[in-house]
């Protein structure tokens, strides 16, 4: 075993590889840019080393700047995680050229998956079912636009190197297949620096399932049974569990057997990962290999009860592997889902920003919690926005998923909005229940699984003006602390001479103004909401951020945390943040006019698809943006004229810079006219 270890990655997957590290005794050595120079994995790691500058290309895609450190600290290995440099050929041989071992494959193993039309090739020569398509290196629009109508629509657009859903479309007619060629083409570039394509016959409805094989120097190559990936938006997996509830064990062989051929095809050594495509009636079509650990290995660990990373240190070291295919026998059922800092009531915007509050379900019953950060420390612009990823394990799928449902409502995230409702209620949505899910489920069912736009309900409110009035008469106690206990002035219960005590508590709610009328003290209130609904309440009291209450006939529990001048409130299943006004603060106006489109967060311009004086309608695409792995199409708040136009191609805006502006509306109805 190796004694000192170099971690070229950060967050989740560095911390993840720490932990191994201590249990096995392994000096870690982690690496870190100017943004994560406080990050959780530079705390965790034995010792840490500054590589460059925060975005990934001065820093943690510098492989000379790695190979450097690891030489310098005396490194015996580099694991390279997943992401960055993980399936980069030339980083795994400039490595070993180091006389350094590369935790993974061998170089030649990931050249020959390094396209995904290559790979096509080199499986259906191995035997591996494969999706029909087109894997030519003829590039030319009219070339690939003759091959679309050979192969049939639907096809996918695929970009032939790189994965997690990037330079991806789903073509279902000849019309739509130049523009999303183009986009397809542009993204890839963006990502992989290279945009080579290919294109395949989209099957209807399928499932994404991936089987996870392990080879070791010695010609052993096994798999470790399945992970059923479908639930997926955009090809960006959210949810994934293992076993896969479509597969039994007549199927189950049968994909383990060609995952385990397409291993032996590429003498493999160390984790990797077979990615099918399966079809309703059962057919199964290689889709990709991943050369690397992926996300999703922590379900794999769950029910097997292995350490994968300590399997990938001991086959990097020249060990057997531990098992043979006869030992592998899967137990129980694991379910992940990836917390991320994202609005999903606003298309999934990423989000960034300081974790204020930060409390995740360690050590609940059949829970695991694998995170990048923590409280107090920063979602960065620079990197994905994952905060998380929860992991339950049961007896049973839906012992799993009630322990993760149970997980993420004693979740809680401060700061940058988060996708935790977005979980609870997918978690929840009667398709992914029963298992009926595809790799389209998600997209079909997104507006069902979001639901309407939720207001705050009377308990959430309730739950907002408790913890105001428990805390104003906190703060009046400590400020007169030492004084007589029974001095009236310790009574903050807006008593008057000659009427009764009244308090007003004013917030702000979505777009609403709310104004509540408290009567009482020390937990005992009238609360009147209005003219005509009133609530007795007794009993109010706070441990930590739950608060407790009695009124009407039973006792309410709601989780209320504080934020930056206001509350965090989690009631009837969502998570509301309520703006605390002064008593007597004027009403705050409502949302914005509509006149003005505003980069939503860093990034760059891609695209922009008008001109100064165009007429638009409402919800055309304006501008493109690529910001933190993703393109972010900007489109009009409502139809106008374009009375100004800010955004450059290429240029790089910081959040809320304005790109567009509309003219007036009574100025674009004259321009209209003329």
């Known amino acids: 075993m190796f004694k000192r270890l170099l971690i070229a990655n950060r967050g989740e997957i560095a911390c993840r590889i720490i932990a191994t590290c201590r249990r096995l005794g392994v000096h870690s050595i982690a690496v870190y840019s100017d943004a994560d120079a406080q990050g959780r994995h530079v705390r965790l790691a034995d010792e840490a080393w500054h590589l460059g500058g925060s975005k990934p290309a001065e820093s943690y895609l510098r492989g000379d700047r790695l190979i450097e450190i690891a030489v310098q600290t005396g490194a015996q290995a580099i694991h390279p995680g997943f992401g960055f440099?993980?399936?980069?050929?030339?980083?795994?041989?400039?490595?070993?050229?180091?006389?350094?071992?590369?935790?993974?494959?061998?170089?030649?193993?990931?050249?020959?998956?390094?396209?995904?039309?290559?790979?096509?090739?080199?499986?259906?020569?191995?035997?591996?079912?494969?999706v029909p398509g087109y894997t030519g290196t003829d590039q030319s629009d009219a070339v690939l636009a003759a091959q679309a109508e050979k192969i049939g629509y639907p096809l996918m657009i695929k970009a032939a190197h790189g994965g997690g859903g990037k330079g991806m479309r789903i073509v279902r007619s000849a019309e739509e297949f130049a523009p999303a060629l183009a986009s397809a083409r542009r993204e890839a570039t963006g990502a992989f620096g290279k945009d080579r394509m290919l294109l395949e016959r989209y099957v209807e409805t399928p499932r994404h399932i991936e089987l996870q094989v392990f080879g070791d120097q010695h010609g052993s190559v096994i798999h470790l049974g399945e992970r059923e990936c479908s639930v997926q938006r955009r090809y960006q997996k959210i949810i994934e569990e293992s076993p896969s509830p479509f597969v039994d064990a007549e199927l189950r062989a049968r994909m383990g057997a060609a995952a385990v051929t397409a291993a032996?095809?590429?003498?493999?050594?160390?984790?990797?990962?077979?990615?099918?495509?399966?079809?309703?009636?059962?057919?199964?079509?290689?889709?990709?290999?991943?050369?690397?650990?992926?996300?999703?290995?922590?379900?794999?660990?769950?029910?097997?009860?292995?350490?994968?990373?300590?399997?990938?240190l001991r086959v990097a070291a020249g060990e057997p592997l531990p098992w043979r295919q006869e030992q592998v026998q899967a137990s129980g059922?694991?379910?992940?889902?990836?917390?991320?800092?994202?609005?999903?009531?606003?298309?999934?915007?990423?989000?960034?920003?300081?974790?204020?509050?930060?409390?995740?379900?360690?050590?609940?019953?059949?829970?695991?919690?694998?995170?990048?950060?923590?409280?107090?420390?920063?979602?960065?612009?620079?990197y994905d926005p994952m905060i998380a990823k929860l992991i339950a394990y049961g007896d049973d799928r839906e012992q799993a998923r009630a322990r993760l449902l149970n997980g993420i409502a004693h979740s809680l995230v401060v700061g940058p909005k988060s996708n935790l409702d977005f979980l609870s209620r997918l978690l929840e949505h009667q398709k992914f229940v029963t298992a009926q899910i595809d790799t389209g489920y998600l997209d079909r069912a997104l507006e069902e699984v979001l639901g309407p736009e939720a207001q705050i309900d009377r308990q959430g409110l309730t739950a907002a003006v408790l913890r105001a009035l428990l805390e104003e008469e906190q703060e009046a106690a400590r400020r007169h602390h030492g004084d007589d206990r029974h001095s009236p002035w310790l009574i903050a219960d807006g008593w008057r001479l000659g009427h009764r005590g009244k308090r007003l508590q004013r917030f702000v709610a979505g777009e609403r103004n709310v104004t509540v009328a408290a009567h009482g003290a020390s937990g005992d209130y009238r609360l009147d909401f209005d003219a005509e609904e009133h609530l007795q309440v007794s009993g109010?009291?706070?441990?930590?951020?739950?608060?407790?209450?009695?009124?009407?006939?039973?006792?309410?529990?709601?989780?209320?945390?504080?934020?930056?001048?206001?509350?965090?409130?989690?009631?009837?299943?969502?998570?509301?943040?309520?703006?605390?006004?002064?008593?007597?603060?004027?009403?705050?106006a409502s949302a914005a006019s509509g006149d003005v489109l505003n980069a939503p967060m860093p990034g760059r311009i891609v695209a922009v698809r008008v001109a100064e004086g165009a007429q638009v309608q409402a919800e055309q695409e304006l501008v493109v943006m690529e910001a933190m792995k993703m393109e972010l199409s900007l489109k009009a708040p409502r139809a106008g004229v374009i009375a100004s136009l800010r955004a450059e191609v290429g240029a790089f805006v910081e959040a809320d810079t304005l790109l567009v502006q509309l003219a007036k509306a009574e100025q674009g109805g004259s321009e209209n006219a003329a």
């Open 85 to 130: 440099l993980s399936e980069n050929a030339d980083f795994a041989e400039a490595v070993e050229q180091a006389q350094i071992r590369f935790v993974g494959p061998t170089a030649a193993s990931m050249r020959k998956m390094d396209s995904k039309a290559g790979a096509k090739e080199l499986m259906k020569a191995a035997g591996v079912p494969v």
């Open 264 to 312: 032996r095809a590429l003498d493999y050594v160390g984790a990797g990962t077979v990615e099918f495509i399966v079809g309703p009636d059962g057919g199964y079509y290689f889709m990709e290999m991943n050369t690397r650990l992926q996300v999703e290995h922590p379900v794999t660990e769950a029910v097997l009860g292995v350490d994968l990373v300590e399997w990938q």
């Open 333 to 382: 059922h694991a379910i992940e889902a990836r917390l991320y800092a994202e609005d999903a009531d606003a298309g999934f915007l990423p989000g960034s920003g300081q974790l204020e509050r930060l409390r995740l379900p360690q050590g609940q019953p059949g829970m695991r919690v694998d995170a990048g950060v923590d409280e107090g420390d920063t979602v960065s612009v620079y």
């Open 540 to 588: 109010a009291s706070i441990d930590g951020d739950q608060l407790r209450w009695f009124a009407e006939g039973r006792l309410h529990r709601v989780t209320v945390a504080p934020v930056s001048g206001g509350y965090q409130v989690h009631a009837g299943g969502r998570r509301h943040t309520l703006r605390h006004l002064p008593a007597f603060a004027p009403a705050l």
